[in-house]
């Protein structure tokens, strides 16, 4: 079965730099979340989208913005990159719509973000 | 949502049951149990979920109290690959962010 893709996998920026992460959710999924997790962290809910519109957000830096496109793949940008942003990033999806019962959410194997 | 928690590690030995406890006393009429797992570095893999009944899976059961507030989540044969840490989720189920905290770092040995 199709899975999330996320890309790129590894990522490596230096300080002040631009990265963009890119999320392809489960086929005919309609809602995007992205996390981020630290090294030893529990992975942190950064904002979700629903139908190309932004449903909830959560501790987003403003410098980071995302969004989510018309075939419903998300994109993650950072910009002005700090070296407290070196992290795994997670994206996930979920069928939210049409009144669905079964809305878990599967997630990607991430993209693990270095800033040096 | 409401707040879970879950002891912070557990043992369980490869073949025996895992039992993993969650307490969410706090859970409100609408809102569900969501069970989730992360293998070291991987993404969070979904496991199982349920509102009041009780819920099996090919990979576990969920027993929900009666009153719906605590559960187990319960790994009928443990091996060595179900290593990992164990998050308790209350969420209503309608397509809000899951939030990851206070997970029970589960060790399978041989």
């Known amino acids: 079965a199709a899975g999330v893709i996320q890309s790129p996998r590894h990522l490596i920026k230096e300080k002040r730099e631009t990265a963009t992460l890119k999320c392809y959710p489960i086929?005919?999924?309609?809602?995007v979340y992205w996390y981020q997790q630290g090294p030893g962290q529990d992975p942190q809910f950064l904002i979700s989208f629903y139908e190309k519109m932004q449903s909830d957000k959560g501790s987003i830096p403003d410098r980071f913005s995302a969004q989510q496109f018309s075939d419903y793949h998300s994109e993650l940008n950072m910009s002005s990159l700090e070296l407290g942003d070196s992290a795994l990033y997670f994206c996930a999806s979920s069928s939210w719509g049409w009144g669905q019962v079964n809305t878990e959410a599967f997630f990607g194997q991430g993209t693990r973000l270095t800033v040096v | 949502d409401a707040k879970t928690t879950q002891p912070p590690s557990m043992d369980c030995a490869e073949g025996r049951a895992a039992n993993l406890p969650c307490n969410h006393s706090t859970i409100s009429g609408n809102e569900y149990v969501y069970w989730y797992r992360q293998i070291h570095s991987q993404g969070p893999q979904y496991i199982i979920h349920?509102?009041?009944n009780n819920e099996t899976n090919e990979m576990a059961s969920l027993i929900i109290t009666e009153d719906r507030k605590s559960s187990t989540l319960i790994l009928p044969h443990a091996t060595l690959r179900d290593t990992a840490v164990y998050y308790c989720i209350v969420r209503i189920n309608a397509g809000n962010m899951l939030t990851f905290g206070g997970g029970t770092r589960l060790m399978v040995k041989p």
């Open positions: 086929p005919r999924h309609d809602t």
């Open positions: 349920g509102l009041k």
